[in-house]
Each structure stands twice: as C-alpha cells, then as structure tokens.
C-alpha cells in the first residue's frame, strides 16, 4: 500500500505530500485519525478526484482505528462524505466501504476496512493504466491523422498522479506518450486562483523531465487559433450520465476554444467519476463556492527564497470563488476511460457500463 502521493505506515496511519506546499516545500502529513482526512479533503492538503475518494476510503479505515463500533463509523463516514461537494468519487469510495461493512462482526471492522480501501487504490492505480494505454493510442492516432512526429497537448488544472494514483487521468497518456519515446510537449495552464497547473503539474512534469510551458489561463484560445495545440486532454471530478463534465474553473472555456478550432477535446476519467443518478449535469451537479481569500491572496517564493503569501487586489473588493464549471456535452470530442474511449452521450456511456 504504498502510492506516490500516499501510502500506509508501519503505525497503520495514512501518510500523504502535502499538496498546499508544492512545488516549494515537499512535505508530508500523517492522517492519524477520521477527522485529518476531513480536514485534509477540506483543506486541499489532497486534491484532485481520486486521491480524495482514496482518503475518504481510508477515513473511514481510520474511523474504524478509532472506534470498533459500526454506528460510530455511520457518523463519521456521514461527515466525510460531506468534507467537500462536486467530486463525486469521494461519496462513491463512501459508499463502497460502508456497504462492504455493514454486515462485518466487530472485531473484523478494522480488517476489513483497511483491506477494502487497499482495493480501491489498487483498482483506480489499475484503472490508471488502462486510462494511459488509450489515451496514448489516440495521441499516435492524432499524429499519423496530422502528418507530426510530434503532439502538443493542452492541459488544465492537476489530474496526475497527485490527484488520481498512480498515473493520474489526464496526464496518464502524456506519461505514457514518454515512456513510448514520443516528442510530446505539454501547454500547462497555470489554473487560478488556486495554480493547480503552475504548482502541481509543472511540478510533476518537471520530475519526470517531460517538456512542458506554463501559460496564463487566457493563452490557450490564442495557442488553438495559430495551430500550436494538437489535442486538448483535462480530468474531471464528477460526468454525468449523459457525459457532461464538471472540473476545474476554466474548463468549459478550453472546450470552446477547442470546439471553435476544431481540435479534439478529451476527457480522461475512471468509473468512479461518473455519477450515473444525474443526467444533466449542468443544472444537476452542485459545485463548490471556495474562499475569497484564494482570489484576493497568492502564494510564492520571494527573491530571499522565503515563502509569502500577499495581497494582490484592493481591500474593499469582493472576490467570487467557484470551484468548478460545467462543461456540456457537446463540447466533448470523446471520454477515455479504463474501458476504453467512448461519445459523450448517454447511449454510449450506457453500452459501455452496462
């Protein structure tokens, strides 16, 4: 049990990189309790679809460290499963343990707890896998349809291996496009207000020395308009029935660059993103409102190396926050998932679950 952004200690805690202090500062945080893992799904110390739906799981592995009682667990997977609103894969990973421990005698609870949230990061690291072999057959695909020797990828926000093990979603073709030996360059959107692209997928790029360029958020359309994108590939932390895409603020503006210059846009995700009971996920998925203080502040490194966080717009403005947008399904050239890459529509997510 043991991913590149958490693993089991020999206490039997979760241990986790603190995402707020990348790319400055490598930390870890030790998750010794039910609420750490709220507080760290809360706080953002985890980000990203999968790797929250991993510490709900083994939140509630640790509820039941805890206290061996399956209706203390209730209560404490009920707040867990509240810690934060639109990505769905936190109240699937939920549900998945508690249905799995309703039925456990008590002194098995812990057991069973710690070896079912195993499970799930084993099958999301394997779901992964998949996830890059397709999405890299498309890229080649792109190429040989282009003429290139080789691929500029757009993407936006963090959707690696710090936001889905072990390989990530978005960037699981773009790692595996490298392991290939393809030339594969990647625009990085630098993500505002929260710099997800510029902090944590530059970062990750960088580690395993895949080219890349950090852009202002507004660059992409440009980039689209002179011929210097060659794909579009974002995660997502919840797609409805139908195939529309909630992810980070920013997203449904890259898909209509994309869809006005013609330029496939992907979505990459694992089952466990999809949530089957909403339809139309533009009216339907509810999204996080976040702190005016992610507008209003930024966070960096100063010329001395020390790190600061300063103001960068007046004291009497307001600043609104959403976490999320919805982008239709229209929009969406196609979904590669473990299973495969299928249309953005409810027929085709259907035969592909069913």
């Excluded at 709900?56 to 499963?81: C, H, P, T, V, W």
């Excluded at 990061?121 to 890229?139: M, S």
């Excluded at 979603?169 to 773009?174: E, F, G, Q, R, V």
Aim: glycine share 6%.
């Amino acid at each position: 049990m043991k991913y590149k952004a958490l693993w089991l200690t020999d206490e039997g805690y979760i241990e986790v990189i603190d995402q707020t202090k990348l790319p400055f500062e490598e930390t870890t945080v030790v998750l010794k309790t039910s609420e750490d893992a709220i507080v760290a799904i809360k706080d953002m110390i985890v980000r990203g679809a999968g790797v929250i739906g991993n510490i709900a799981a083994f939140g509630i592995y640790l509820a039941a460290k805890e206290d061996n009682n399956i209706e203390s667990i209730k209560i404490k997977a009920k707040l867990i499963r509240e810690s934060r609103p639109t990505a769905v894969n936190l109240m699937w990973a939920v549900d998945i343990m508690m249905e799995k421990l309703l039925h456990v005698k008590s002194e098995n609870l812990l057991e069973v707890a710690k070896n079912e949230a195993i499970k799930i990061c084993d099958e999301d690291a394997n779901r992964c896998r998949l996830i890059a072999k397709y999405g890299c057959d498309r890229f080649e695909e792109i190429m040989k349809e282009t003429g290139k020797d080789s691929i500029n990828v757009l993407t936006h926000c963090n959707a690696g291996w710090l936001a889905i093990v072990d390989d990530g979603s978005a960037l699981a073709p773009i790692y595996e496009a490298h392991r290939r030996g393809i030339d594969v360059h990647v625009w990085v959107d630098e993500t505002r207000p929260r710099n997800q692209g510029a902090n944590l997928t530059a970062w990750e790029l960088s580690k395993s020395d895949i080219k890349h360029t950090v852009i202002p958020d507004n660059t992409g359309g440009y980039l689209m308009q002179q011929g210097f994108v060659d794909v579009c590939i974002v995660g997502a932390d919840r797609v409805s029935a139908q195939g529309d895409v909630a992810n980070k603020i920013g997203t449904y503006l890259k898909a209509l660059a994309a869809y006005d210059n013609n330029i496939p846009f992907y979505v990459a995700l694992p089952e466990g993103t999809f949530d089957f009971d909403i339809v139309d996920g533009v009216k339907q998925i509810p999204i996080e409102n976040r702190s005016e203080d992610e507008v209003t502040h930024i966070r960096g490194v100063d010329e001395d190396g020390q790190i600061k966080e300063i103001r960068i717009v007046p004291k009497n403005s307001s600043a609104l926050n959403y976490g999320f947008d919805i982008t239709p399904n229209r929009l969406v050239t196609g979904l590669i998932t473990e299973k495969g890459i299928c249309k953005a529509t409810q027929k085709a997510i259907k035969e592909m679950y069913q």
